[in-house]
């Protein structure tokens, strides 16, 4: 049976193709192993050559996560938002993973509507700057039930100036002395989990954006 690259590859088609059984393609497939390397060329080449495309969402069912990461912000025309952006899809796809990024115009219902997708999408972790109406955190409570790490960027856009919430962390010296310097007592640290009961607006801190350093520390 000819079998042109317009036509929809499967597991199936493969295993008549090679005479194999359709677990055999899949664990090739899946560089398993116990399949020898023959096999694996035979099956990859042949998979090349059929232009055949994995079943993304079987593998998502099978595995409950996938090569996704979530960003959900207010907005993503602020210098900070998107420069974490640019960042994190930088990052993002030298590790092989792709990025879903969700606008929430700080709306709580928009954020809810954007949660509830990057859960049915089954992403495998989530970066979110809750909107300034969001009270309930019961749906960041899902995603963590399903096994999806969230990690809280908290921003405001008020004269511009940045808020972060995060675990509380020793800072550099660098960023002590900036921190006195401002009347800043207490710090969060962006980028590690928050208490996922803890109201953002109560833990707040503010700290301008020009006392923040232009590296990466």
Same mark, same amino acid.
């Given at each position: 049976?000819?079998?042109?690259?317009?036509?929809? $590859?499967?597991?199936?088609?493969? !295993?008549?193709?090679?005479?194999?059984?359709? $677990?055999?393609?899949?664990?090739?497939? @899946? #560089?398993?192993?116990?399949?020898?390397?023959?096999?694996?060329?035979?099956?990859? %080449?042949?998979? *090349?050559?059929?232009?055949?495309?994995?079943? #993304?969402?079987?593998?998502?069912?099978?595995? @409950?996560? !996938? #090569?996704?990461?979530?960003?959900?912000?207010?907005?993503?025309?602020?210098?900070?938002? %998107?420069?974490?952006?640019?960042?994190?899809?930088?990052?993002?796809?030298?590790?092989?993973?792709?990025?879903?990024?969700?606008?929430?115009?700080?709306?709580?219902?928009?954020?809810?509507?954007?949660? /509830?997708?990057?859960?049915?999408?089954?992403?495998?972790?989530?970066?979110?700057?809750?909107?300034?109406?969001?009270? %309930?955190?019961? /749906?960041? #409570?899902?995603?963590?039930?399903? *096994?999806?790490?969230?990690?809280?960027?908290?921003?405001?856009?008020?004269?511009?100036?940045?808020?972060?919430?995060? $675990?509380?962390?020793? /800072?550099?010296?660098?960023?002590?002395?900036?921190?006195? $310097?401002?009347?800043?007592?207490?710090?969060?640290?962006?980028?590690? %989990?928050?208490?996922? !009961?803890?109201?953002?607006?109560?833990? @707040?801190?503010? /700290?301008?954006?020009?006392?923040?350093?232009?590296?990466?520390?």
């Amino acid at each position: 049976m000819l079998i042109t690259p317009m036509q929809q $590859s499967t597991l199936k088609i493969l !295993s008549e193709s090679l005479g194999i059984s359709v $677990s055999t393609v899949s664990r090739a497939l @899946r #560089n398993h192993p116990d399949i020898s390397e023959n096999t694996k060329k035979r099956v990859k %080449d042949l998979a *090349d050559a059929l232009e055949y495309e994995p079943n #993304n969402y079987a593998v998502q069912l099978r595995t @409950r996560q !996938s #090569n996704v990461l979530g960003i959900l912000v207010p907005c993503i025309d602020n210098f900070f938002y %998107d420069t974490f952006i640019a960042a994190v899809e930088e990052e993002a796809r030298k590790q092989g993973y792709h990025v879903m990024i969700m606008q929430s115009r700080d709306s709580a219902e928009l954020e809810n509507a954007n949660l /509830l997708l990057f859960r049915k999408n089954r992403v495998s972790g989530l970066f979110a700057s809750v909107s300034i109406e969001t009270e %309930d955190y019961s /749906l960041f #409570n899902k995603l963590k039930e399903s *096994d999806i790490r969230v990690i809280f960027l908290t921003g405001c856009r008020k004269n511009r100036d940045i808020i972060m919430s995060a $675990s509380p962390m020793k /800072l550099p010296p660098a960023w002590q002395q900036k921190r006195l $310097s401002a009347g800043i007592k207490k710090m969060y640290w962006p980028f590690s %989990d928050i208490p996922i !009961s803890a109201s953002p607006k109560k833990d @707040r801190i503010h /700290l301008p954006v020009h006392l923040l350093p232009m590296h990466p520390v």
